[in-house]
């Protein structure tokens, strides 16, 4: 039993063997499909799933293809509509649910805003399509964009509560002591302070819009495809490498736009009141 | 009477990180605990006693050495499989568990019998008086009653040695004093081993059998209350338990009637091994065996050194009055009791008198 | 102006769009569940509860009413489907948020922002990313016959099974577990472990007796999150099961795309709905009664 050299090693109780290990098959898992679907995209092949070469032919497809490009825009449009939209509200809504004092449609605001989330995605998108049908709402892109201002709102709003709720209150009592105003108070004060929660809560509304597709399926009509729905139609009519070209790009899309809220945010928490 | 061991801790260092931000928290500890003692670790925070404990515990791994459980070797033996139990310094119960659910952890998973379980249970719960309260939760209850619980807790599995990581700190000061009275019966009543941390000397003195005086990784010493408070090794341990007043002098002559010359002036003759001639040392003398006379008083004790001081402050404490007295460029602490000598007033020309027997001679 | 008149201004827009472009048809839809079919498409404004009938009932060819378990069975695959994944999420994700929880910060944050990165992209692609790994030749019989577990021109072919579709709503909502599961178990504090362990608990007892019960409110949260959209899903199902098994969520999309049965889809929907609203409710009460142990020791109370 005695054993003069140091021993096997040493775990400390918290630290469970094999949990590591674990960890990187849960990052692999969730991971590899993605890599595999860029790799594919480079696929010189026909065939979207036997890989003979590599070749960048799908990506310049794309640019010639029409299709997609009116389906992108279509897609731009209405994140860059329906976004800010939700920003602008959800703002309002996060100002008043945090500075406004205790009042009593409270509990049931924070319930309505959530709301959005905690219904499933189909019965959102069924409900609202019958919505339009039925009150004869044609407006092409603008159901659209109206459809997703609607879910973007809990996804801006997350943020800019999170960043009010972080910012000292005392920092307005203070401008106050200083002869400003509400108005300008908030101008001076609260707002500058607010501007990257809010650019994050745009960047998440933004994201969120860009790829919805269950809903945008089911309420967009003829003629107003987002990029996910044509997507959608391009794999059901076959499975070609294009398919992955396009794809490949929108995840870079929402890749880029996520890590720029990232590291927004990150240089928000470092940058907090002091005092 | 040849005493049990019951923690045999042999050369045990602990090293954090290496290369130049290398810390040695524990440095070439040696020391026996015996069986049915109550063993305090003293000593200011970081000094590296919570380190010690915890790799008797064995949440910590050494760099270097050996621990010994009643003569087995245990130091490659994970937590669970150590028979030693830990009262942690804010408790660590089990919110989700009640209070007996909490007592009865360590023997559910030692796969007791029901019947045992609660047998003992009851019995630990009665113990530490806390019967009435095991259905509660632990959130339900104040620090004082967790701190009994966790110790109920600890008791439970019948541990033969228990150690405590400063487990009194969080209380308030009157139910310190009195969980001191109560740990220290409870010792004796289980006759268990206990290994007690903490950074408080009274606590330590008033409580242990022995005391371990540890600073920055290294035991200063190692001895009961009595010999820990009377007659330190070092200046470190002389100023950490109690006050101390030190003389800087230099030794004399050797032999016979060693003695020694003040910085100040003024020799005492005072016995003690290892040191040789013109040695430079520290004479310390606890401020309550200096003697505070007036101005023409005559020396009581032929032995001793008087010098003319001064009273710079006085602390009246009721039972006692602390005197701060300038001497020979030095303020030197007294401490007199009430009534048993004149009373002094601040500026006053005194007399004092430093008896070589209640000298000790302490390294530079 | 007064706070009051503020609070509205700031509330109003929200309300009204949430109100009416939400909870409206919401409602509208639970009327069209029990109105009468048009078999153009759309309804007739008449009350009829025959979509709620036609879930369980049929009339056969002799006009009688007779059980049809054709819905019954598409309700079990979504409940069993939904409930698999729910338990394979929090078999992959409890080991994954554990050891997240115990990383130094910096780590824990960059390892957060890679779980959640999935999330935020398109689920449509990232389900099609399993068409082209599970697809009769696609990356997985590549890999199988790479590493010879199957012949060149053989296929494991699990597509269009629900095998694939159990994998598809796993890899869709798996973030969705963990991180309230994350969030849980870095509440957790440390030391309650070793206090576990110094009363002789093994590694797999201090998972059940401590980990679990303490990050029970994680482990319920993350579960709900996972339950509700698998139910519903449209996608995996779709491209997965080939459009054969369906689940209840491509249920209600046939009758808006090609059967055109209006109330039918709003029935079902409903229904979706109603299974929602008691998982919400299961969760509340959970999350209640767990709330009280987030505290221990000396902190909870002044010591």
């Not at chain 1, 908030?186 to 860009?210: D, H, K």
């Not at chain 2, 047998?119 to 095991?134: D, G, N, P, S, W």
């Not at chain 2, 007659?231 to 030794?251: D, K």
């Not at chain 2, 001081?309 to 460029?329: F, M, N, P, R, W």
Request: charge should be neutral; glycine fraction near 8%; aromatic fraction near 10%.
């Amino acid at each position: 039993m005695a054993n003069p050299h140091r021993k096997s090693k040493f775990r400390p109780i918290w630290d469970f063997p094999g949990f590591g290990g674990l960890s990187v098959g849960f990052f692999a898992f969730l991971y590899v499909p993605i890599l595999v679907l860029v790799a594919y995209s480079f696929n010189g092949s026909k065939f979207a799933m036997v890989w003979s070469e590599f070749s960048w032919r799908w990506y310049l497809k794309l640019l010639e293809n029409d299709d997609i490009h009116s389906a992108a825009i279509n897609s731009l449009i209405v994140a860059f509509f329906a976004a800010p939209a939700a920003t602008i509200m959800a703002t309002l809504a996060a100002l008043v649910m945090v500075r406004g004092g205790p009042f009593r449609s409270r509990a049931f605001t924070a319930g309505l805003i959530t709301l959005p989330l905690m219904v499933p995605e189909i019965v959102t998108a069924v409900a609202t399509l019958i919505f339009f049908a039925l009150l004869n709402i044609n407006l092409g892109l603008i159901n659209i964009i109206l459809a997703h201002t609607v879910f973007c709102i809990p996804f801006a709003y997350m943020p800019i509560r999170a960043a009010l709720e972080a910012m000292d209150p005392g920092l307005e009592v203070a401008a106050q002591d200083l002869y400003a105003g509400r108005w300008d108070a908030f101008r001076f004060v609260t707002l500058p302070l607010l501007t990257p929660g809010i650019m994050s809560g745009f960047m998440l509304a933004f994201v969120i819009s860009i790829d919805d597709f269950i809903i945008t399926l089911m309420v967009a009509g003829a003629g107003s495809t987002t990029l996910p729905v044509y997507i959608y139609s391009m794999i059901r009519t076959g499975v070609t490498p294009e398919v992955n070209a396009v794809s490949t790009l929108l995840l870079a899309v929402s890749v880029i736009l996520v890590s720029v809220y990232w590291l927004l945010s990150s240089a928000n928490r470092k940058g907090e009141a002091i005092g | 009477m040849r005493k049990n061991v019951a923690v045999d801790i042999q050369q045990v260092t602990k090293i954090y990180g290496t290369g130049n931000a290398a810390v040695t928290a524990v440095n070439n500890v040696t020391l026996q605990i015996y069986d049915n003692e109550f063993l305090t670790l003293l000593g200011p925070s970081g000094c590296g006693k919570t380190t010690l404990l915890r790799m008797i515990a064995g949440f910590e791994d050494m760099t270097k050495g050996h621990i010994n459980l009643f003569g087995e070797e245990i130091e490659d033996l994970p937590p669970n499989q150590r028979p030693v139990n830990t009262v942690f310094q804010h408790y660590a119960l089990f919110p989700h568990l009640s209070v007996y659910e909490n007592v009865a952890f360590g023997l559910r998973r030692l796969k007791k019998s029901e019947a045992e379980i609660d047998h003992r249970c009851k019995e630990v719960l009665a113990l530490t008086q806390m019967e009435a309260l095991a259905e509660r939760r632990p959130s339900q209850m104040s620090g004082g009653q967790q701190q009994r619980v966790a110790l109920a807790r600890a008791l439970a599995p019948n541990p033969k040695v228990l150690l405590l990581d400063e487990p009194l700190s969080a209380l308030d000061l009157k139910l310190r004093q009195a969980m001191r009275d109560e740990l220290k019966q409870l010792q004796q009543k289980t006759g268990i081993t206990f290994i007690f941390v903490t950074h408080d000397q009274e606590e330590a003195l008033a409580m242990s059998d022995r005391i371990v005086v540890i600073s920055e990784g290294k035991v200063q010493q190692v001895g009961t209350p009595q010999a820990v408070y009377e007659a330190p090794s070092n200046r470190f341990v002389a100023n950490f338990i109690g006050e101390a007043n030190m003389l800087e002098a230099s030794c004399k002559t050797t032999g016979k009637n060693m003695t020694f010359t003040l910085v100040g002036g003024g020799t005492l003759k005072i016995s003690t091994p290892d040191v040789a001639a013109g040695d430079a040392v520290t004479i310390m003398i606890r401020p309550e065996k200096v003697k505070v006379l007036a101005k023409t008083g005559k020396k009581t004790t032929p032995s001793s050194l008087q010098m003319e001081a001064k009273v710079i402050e006085q602390t009246y404490l009721g039972s006692v009055t602390h005197l701060d007295l300038a001497c020979d460029g030095q303020t030197l602490k007294a401490c007199i009791n009430q009534g048993a000598h004149a009373s002094f007033a601040t500026g006053d020309e005194v007399l004092i008198e430093i008896p070589a027997d209640n000298c000790r001679v302490l390294r530079s | 102006m007064s706070i009051k008149r503020l609070r509205l201004l700031g509330l109003l827009p929200t309300w009204v769009t949430i109100g009416v472009l939400m909870i409206g048809p919401l409602l509208i839809m639970a009327a069209v569940s029990l109105m009468e079919a048009n078999v153009y498409g759309g309804v007739h404004l008449r009350f009829d509860v025959s979509s709620y009938v036609q879930i369980l009932f049929d009339k056969n060819l002799f006009d009688e009413t007779e059980f049809n378990p054709a819905y019954l069975i598409i309700i079990l695959r979504s409940f069993m489907l939904a409930l698999g994944a729910t338990g394979l999420a929090l078999l992959i994700g409890f080991p994954a948020a554990y050891y997240i929880a115990r990383q130094p910060d910096h780590r824990k944050n960059l390892l957060v922002f890679l779980i959640t990165i999935p999330f935020w992209t398109n689920l449509l692609v990232r389900t099609f990313a399993w068409v082209i790994i599970l697809g009769r030749g696609g990356f997985m019989d590549q890999v199988g016959s790479f590493l010879n577990i199957i012949g060149p021109d053989e296929s494991i072919n699990l597509m269009y099974t629900n095998t694939a579709i159990l994998i598809g709503l796993v890899y869709s909502y798996l973030p969705l577990m963990v991180l309230p599961l994350y969030a849980s178990m870095e509440k957790m504090d440390v030391r309650l472990l070793e206090a576990g362990a110094d009363l002789y608990a093994n590694r797999y007892e201090l998972i059940r007796r401590i980990i679990v019960p303490l990050t029970m409110p994680g482990i319920i949260g993350g579960s709900i999150l996972v339950f509700v959209p698998c139910l519903g899903a449209f996608i995996a199902p779709d491209l997965l099961g080939g459009g054969k098994k369906l689940m209840l969520g491509s249920l209600v999309q046939l009758q808006f795309a090609t059967s055109r049965n209006w109330p039918f889809g709003a029935a079902i929907a409903m229904m979706l709905l109603a299974i929602v609203v008691v998982a919400l409710m299961v969760n509340a009460r959970a999350a209640r009664r767990h709330a009280v142990y987030e505290q221990t020791g000396a902190e909870a109370t002044h010591g």
